[in-house]
């Protein structure tokens, strides 16, 4: 018999109000016995796999301290060595909290994945430690990493290097500052409205999606499967080149991955000069109803570097990027409220890899603390689950069918142009807000940057930011957008562009040093 304990008649009442089934209460005292014996094979399923359940390893780590914190980046510290030799060795490495590091706690920036700990390494996190990094650390991230902002965050805000009372950027918004603070070489990034390159923008550092599917997502934190990302946050092309070499190729257990992947050398591509490329300079990029007009304007003047690098560049009109957003919202709402709230992170119905051990800590938290979700989650549970009771599915179904007409639109433009540009974030990092912020500033702050950065999450295509310059002593990005898997053009772009400036600059260092204890 199963040692999971039987439904008692009132459960079984709920459940059959659930589905409707209209089963009265001698049916269900006919089926209790049913439902009882089916069980076993759960209470089989657990004890198979408590055989060859990994064992969590025994890892150093330790919490910052205040004076290594200062900007509120790092969740913890570690120390974690890998191969003696490799494209990586001597580099730090801080990896976003939303990825697996085994033995190492795991909190995703929300009280409800507080005190996990992974029994098992991220595949990109192997790949580091393979190429001979050396990871220095879990970076802070938005609560269940849906905000573009860092304010979100347990156990508190991310401080931007260049003016620590504004906002970093995120979800990925410790990796944005640890990277441009100089306190890491690199860091994995996590993307799926624009993490991977709103903190690039916001902290003048280099932030590269890549193409869906050619970089694993096993062992991280999933939000919806369909655009969920990670890639490399780095301080130059270069570095960010040489990291997507060691995180990409497919992994076989992520279902987001073709089956082969064609390995691309891409230190050696972004040595090819782009001169004589064709670049479109999105229209419907520009002028928004959020737009800083001096951040549009350093952006046409980082075009303007790529033409004198000898880059050919012209504006091309794409309205479907003008509804993008609408088909991003519905998936990144109802998808989300369906896997990775009501399915406990990893959902169902796919095959892959599964993390049983965070599934179960996840689901009991989500019900005890999840009154301290931040209000963007909340949001997500509230809109998502209802246009799902109300609608069944269908809004959603209806994105996922208009996603691959969204994708053609792009590609339509990219059969004509070698790369796509526009501003990646639409004005400067904004000011972190009060705690007692009204709800409409509080996902202004968190929300309102994704415009140009989500479409690109939906289709798939590689996207980087890259910084165009500084408008009123903050940075700014250039996004480069390439066809799927032309990750080394979009790449190969970027490096031109950062040739021809000669470097980006690098945030005061009296910003930095500032103490906020």
């Known amino acids: 018999m199963s040692t999971l304990p039987p439904p008692d008649s009132a459960r079984l009442a709920a459940l059959d109000q659930h589905f409707r089934f209209g089963l009265s209460a001698a049916d269900l005292e006919e089926f209790a016995p049913a439902v009882e014996a089916s069980l076993d094979a759960s209470t089989a399923v657990e004890r198979l796999y408590r055989r060859s359940a990994p064992t969590t390893p025994q890892r ?33 490495v801080a990896v976003k909290d939303n990825v697996a590091v085994a033995g190492v706690p795991m909190m995703n920036g929300s009280r409800t994945v507080e005190g996990f700990v992974p029994s098992h390494d991220a595949t990109v996190v192997h790949r580091l430690l393979d190429a001979g990094a050396t990871i220095a650390g879990k970076s802070v991230c938005e609560d269940l990493c849906f905000s573009g902002a860092s304010f979100t965050s347990q156990p508190g805000p991310v401080r931007n290097p260049w ?16 990277v441009a603070s100089g306190e890491v070489d690199l860091a994995v990034g996590g993307d799926q409205g624009g993490s991977i390159r709103i903190p690039a923008a916001f902290c003048g550092i280099v932030g590269h999606k890549p193409t869906h599917g050619l970089v694993p997502y096993t062992g991280a934190f999933p939000i ?29 257990a992520d279902p987001r991955q073709p089956t082969v992947i064609e390995a691309v050398d891409y230190v050696s591509a972004i040595a090819d000069p782009a001169a004589g490329l064709r670049v479109g300079v999105v229209t419907e990029g520009f002028g928004t109803p959020g737009s800083d007009p001096d951040v549009d304007a350093a952006v046409r ?10 880059l050919a560049a012209e504006e091309v009109s794409i309205p479907w990027h003008l509804d993008a957003m609408h088909v991003w919202n519905v998936i990144a709402t109802e998808g989300a409220a369906y896997q990775m709230l009501d399915g406990n992170a990893y959902g169902m119905n796919t095959d892959g890899f599964y993390d049983p051990e965070l599934v179960a800590h996840f689901a009991a938290q989500r019900l005890d603390r999840g009154h301290e979700l931040s209000k963007t989650v909340k949001l997500v549970g509230l809109s998502g689950r209802y246009t799902f009771e109300v609608g069944g599915g269908k809004y959603y179904a209806m994105a996922r069918q208009l996603a691959p007409e969204l994708r053609a639109a792009y590609d339509a433009a990219l059969n004509r142009y070698d790369v796509l540009v526009m501003p990646t974030v639409p004005y400067t990092a904004q000011q972190i807000p009060p705690a007692d912020a009204s709800l409409g500033d509080y996902l202004h702050v968190a929300l309102s940057m ?25 940075p700014t990005g250039l996004m480069i957008v390439g066809k799927r898997f032309d990750d080394a053009t979009v790449l190969r772009v970027a490096h031109t562009y950062e040739q021809a400036v000669g470097a980006f600059p690098a945030p005061p260092a009296a910003a930095t040093a500032r103490s906020f204890a």
């Open 60 to 92: 150093e780590w330790v919490p910052p301290t205040p004076e290594r914190n200062q900007l509120g980046a790092w969740y913890v510290t570690t120390m974690l060595t890998g191969a003696s030799e490799g494209p990586l060795t001597g580099k730090t």
């Open 163 to 178: 003016d620590p009372t504004r906002n970093a950027g995120g979800s990925s918004s410790g990796s944005g500052a640890l």
């Open 224 to 252: 919806e499967r369909t655009i969920d990302h990670l890639g490399p946050i780095t301080r130059t092309v270069a570095d960010a080149a040489l990291m997507l070499g060691v995180l990409a190729g497919p992994d076989g």
């Open 301 to 310: 003047a980082a075009v303007d570097v790529l033409r004198g690098a000898g």
């Open 450 to 474: 994704v415009g140009n950065t989500a479409p690109f999450d939906v289709t798939g295509h590689p996207a980087c930011s890259v910084p165009a310059g500084l408008v009123g002593g903050l």
